[in-house]
Nanobody, 114 residues
Framework: QVQLVESGGDLVQPGGSLRLSCVYS????????MAWFRQAPGKEREGIAY????????YYAEAMQGRFTISRDKSKNTVDLLMTSLKPEDTAVYYC???????WGQGTQVTVSS
């Protein structure tokens, strides 16, 4: 049984940083990787970062390049998302997802506001 649990969401000021964590369990060994998505109020859910389980390859949506870093800790079964230089438009619920599947976490709220 696949389980994904996100944590780390918070209220942060513009320009600040935040680290989100996704603890996963039950993920098949054949899984290609994990991804982080977000959904802002009134907008569709969008993919923002991906990490390959095979070789650690990472991909970022253009708006996140240079500000966000995705990483994996195999020993802890976690995939983290370090977010820096946060902007009000980064306000959203952030979700982790097993790439190419319908396995999602419950989400964690990030609010960027002064």
């Amino acid at each position: 049984q696949v389980q994904l649990v996100e944590s780390g969401g918070d209220l942060v000021q513009p320009g600040g940083s935040l680290r989100l964590s996704c603890v996963y369990s039950g993920v098949p060994h054949t899984t290609y990787g994990m991804a982080w998505f977000r959904q802002a109020p009134g907008k569709e859910r969008e993919g923002i970062a991906y990490i390959s389980f095979a070789d650690g390859y990472t991909y970022y949506a253009e708006a996140m390049q240079g500000r966000f870093t995705i990483s994996r800790d195999k020993s802890k079964n976690t995939v983290d998302l370090l977010m820096t230089s946060l902007k009000p438009e980064d306000t959203a619920v952030y979700y982790c997802r097993v790439f190419g599947s319908d396995y999602w976490g419950q989400g964690t709220q990030v609010t960027v506001s002064s």
